[in-house]
């Protein structure tokens, strides 16, 4: 713990309220009382009773020492990481010499002797020694594995930022000689473009990190379908299919428009009869499923065009929503469909 920096607050204490990490508790406790009850045949006869003790009075020690840190994670979490793993240390060694304490009363209880009689031995002494470096080393892994998720995050985040800061200078050009050429004919249309193009590229300022609602994504891709589609008048043709309340669904920013781009850029422009993008949203169950397919034209350059944007998705919402995701890309003989696959949450 000496080699921990100073850090304005700490985030490194893993949340013990849920199951996994009770069962890993009683797990991890189990397995240090039989070591323990081992190192003791050295100098005793193996006992199942020792043993049958020892597990009792750890797995209390670790569920009652789990269900102190438990509550009082969200304040601890306030403070340096230092300071929060010596108050975790802290209240561990506390928790073992109360109940080695409570334990030697009942024992003595057991055995008849007088409760007056002295309980505070070296025992307790060893047993809150125990509990202090077993502690110690559990924070500087919690803290090491903090450290190394915090070093990825940040390397993911910045290699994300590169892969958005590529924007396609076709789709801007393309937009710029669509204003241009609107100018002198409708400047209404070209101010709405201009009001488009502006709010993609807002969207594609903010943080790679962001969530909105699926409803703002939606938006987003509307606005990004009127600016195409006054390109390429009836050869585009979009159909929404959006089972969920969109307002209440959060997304990264910008993962449904890229996807859209590249259908309409590769899927609907080679295309001299045009064709149709459909885009979907449906749940299933506690997962969120979004797809977007278009027309596949001959060749494989759609495939290509869509590797970019798919590690891109992929590598963002990882980083939001862990294991969990599914990013697949779907061609078949006539069509090319993208799914994303991502814990619901509301």
């Known amino acids: 713990m000496a080699a921990m920096e100073e850090q304005p607050s700490s985030s490194f204490l893993p949340d013990l309220c849920s199951t996994r990490a009770v069962l890993v508790v009683v797990v991890v406790a189990e397995l240090l009382a039989l070591v323990v009850t081992l190192v003791a045949t050295y100098y005793d006869a193996f006992s199942l009773a020792r043993l049958a003790t020892t597990s009792l009075f750890v797995q209390w020690v670790g569920l009652t020492s789990a269900a102190l840190v438990c509550q009082l994670r969200a304040r601890l979490n306030r403070l340096a990481s230092q300071w929060a793993a010596v108050a975790v240390v802290l209240l561990v060694v506390v928790d073992t010499l109360v109940f080695s304490v409570v334990t030697g009363l009942v024992l003595r209880w057991v055995e ?7 309980v505070w031995n070296a025992e307790i002494l060893v047993n809150g020694l125990i509990a202090a470096i077993i502690t110690g080393l559990v ?4 803290y090491v594995q903090e450290q190394l998720r915090e070093k990825g995050q940040a390397e993911l985040q910045s290699r994300i930022q590169a892969l958005q800061s590529r924007i396609r200078p076709h789709f801007l050009f393309n937009s710029m000689n669509i204003i241009s050429s609107l100018i002198a004919v409708d400047p209404d249309a070209a101010e709405q473009v201009v009001e488009d193009l502006s709010v993609l590229f807002r969207a594609s300022l903010k943080s790679t990190g962001s969530e909105a609602s699926l409803e703002d994504e939606l938006e987003l891709c509307r606005r990004y379908i009127h600016i195409e589609q006054l390109r390429m008048g009836d050869r585009l043709s979009v159909e929404w299919d959006i089972q969920v309340d969109a307002t209440k669904v959060p997304i990264p920013l910008l993962t449904l428009q890229p996807l859209l781009e590249n259908a309409i850029y590769h899927g609907i422009q080679p295309l001299a009869a045009g064709g149709l993008v459909t885009i979907r949203a449906v749940e299933q169950g506690d997962i969120l499923l979004l797809s977007v397919s278009n027309p596949k034209p001959s060749g494989d350059g759609h495939h290509k065009g869509n590797r970019m944007a798919l590690e891109n998705i992929r590598h963002r919402l990882e980083a939001l929503y862990g294991d969990q995701v599914a990013v697949e890309a779907r061609p078949q003989e006539k069509e090319y469909e993208i ?5 619901l949450q509301r």
């Open 112 to 118: 008849g002797v007088l409760p007056l009689a002295p």
């Open 139 to 142: 924070m500087r892994y919690f």
């Open 339 to 343: 799914e994303i696959r991502y814990p």
